[in-house]
């Protein structure tokens, strides 16, 4: 079965310092795998997504994720925080062999950057 | 110009009831889909359309009818209303079903069933 881990609920950070946020997911293949962000009482908005080619892709924001095949991670990266970070970050997979579109999702986890 | 809208944005209801949310997208998108997103925050798919047509039907009661009038449109119409169908459901739209392009999702619409 396809499934997607946030092993942490919640990542706390100071203004300034790197962040992860980690993501492991369990696919058969080789998956497309996206990040997004949720802040509070909104929709979600994409980040970045992996389809091929470079395991470090960069996305929006000053957002950057490194894809390792070998240990099945996708973990969401910042080099310095900010206190606009803060909000639910969720990683989602895709079959690539999926026809439908479907995403799978972690669990989310709650970013909190403190000044 | 908001490129994925839900209405409402609230709904209040009480168990029983029959209920419709609207979704409309501009984008010009060929692919559409509902997600359930429960009190934990987690997210799940419920239905996908492509040109209208359902191509993603996951294990979702069949008290929950998506319809697809046009390809900017998808509707979700619940009936019998239960007090787990309290949630928050988003809709989303994508180029299309099969290349990897991210979804792009409306604000939400908060279901609560009393």
């Known amino acids: 079965a396809q499934s997607v881990a946030q092993p942490e609920d919640q990542v706390n950070v100071a203004e300034g310092n790197p962040l992860t946020v980690k993501c492991t997911y369990s696919v058969s293949g080789n998956p497309y795998l996206f990040w997004y962000v949720q802040y509070p009482n909104r929709g979600l908005q994409f980040l970045l997504k992996?389809?091929?080619?470079?395991?470090l892709v960069k996305g929006s924001y000053g957002f950057e994720a490194e894809f390792n095949k070998s240990q099945t991670s996708f973990h969401l990266k910042k080099p310095s925080a900010l206190v606009s970070d803060s909000a639910l970050y969720f990683c989602a997979v895709r079959d690539r062999s999926n026809q439908g579109g479907k995403l799978i999702f972690g669990q989310g986890t709650e970013l909190s950057v403190k000044p | 110009d908001t490129a994925v809208s839900q209405t409402p944005k609230y709904l209040v209801t009480q168990m029983g009831n029959d209920k419709s949310i609207k979704c409309e997208q501009n984008?010009?998108?060929?692919?559409m889909y509902w997600y359930k997103q429960d009190s934990k925050k987690f997210l799940k798919i419920m239905f996908s359309?492509?040109?209208?047509?359902?191509?993603i039907n996951e294990t979702v009661p069949n008290r929950f009818s998506p319809k697809s009038p046009d390809k900017a449109h998808l509707n979700l119409h619940i009936n019998s209303l239960e007090l787990g169908d309290s949630a928050v459901y988003f809709c989303?739209?994508?180029?299309?079903?099969?290349?990897?392009?991210?979804?792009?999702f409306g604000p939400g619409t908060r279901l609560t069933v009393t």
């Open positions: 984008l010009g998108h060929d692919t």
């Open positions: 359309y492509n040109n209208k047509e359902l191509i």
């Open positions: 992996y389809i091929t080619g470079d395991n």
């Open positions: 989303a739209s994508s180029q299309g079903p099969v290349a990897p392009e991210e979804q792009y």
